[in-house]
């Protein structure tokens, strides 16, 4: 196994763990309820005013473990079909995050990290070989 891959993998497996073990636990509809303060917060001088609850953490902390997944430079974010620029903010997949909840209700009883995949997907799929060339 080169680094290069054992960093990858590295990454993943500690990039997927969310910060809590009830993160791990949490649905969709509930990670989305803990979200929403986090969205609707002020942000200025990229300083993010978000309420300092527990919930508001525990999301925060989701998002920090996906987007040091996605956006690290192994390039490990095609495994997961998710094409995220670097420049990517945490509050912007926090935000893709809950309005794919909002628009799918029927996924508010699946795992929080499903969902969160899935809607980042949508949000940033990668481009195939063919759809580079048109």
Request: with cysteine; glycine share 4%; proline share 6%.
């Amino acid at each position: 196994m080169t680094k290069t891959t054992f960093t990858a993998l590295l990454i993943v497996a500690v990039g997927l763990v969310p910060p809590s073990a009830s993160a791990q636990q949490n649905t969709t509809e509930e990670m989305a309820s803990a979200c929403r303060p986090v969205v609707s917060a002020k942000v200025a001088n990229e300083t993010v005013a978000m309420p300092l609850t527990f919930e508001a953490g525990q999301c925060w902390g989701a998002f920090l473990s996906l987007q040091g997944v996605l956006t690290a430079d192994v390039r490990i974010d095609q495994f997961f079909g998710i094409c995220a620029p670097a420049q990517s903010t945490r509050t912007q997949f926090v935000a893709v995050f809950v309005r794919y909840a909002d628009n799918h209700p029927e996924q508010l009883h699946t795992p929080f990290m499903e969902t969160a995949l899935a809607s980042l997907k949508q949000a940033f799929p990668c481009r195939t070989a063919k759809s580079k060339s048109n």
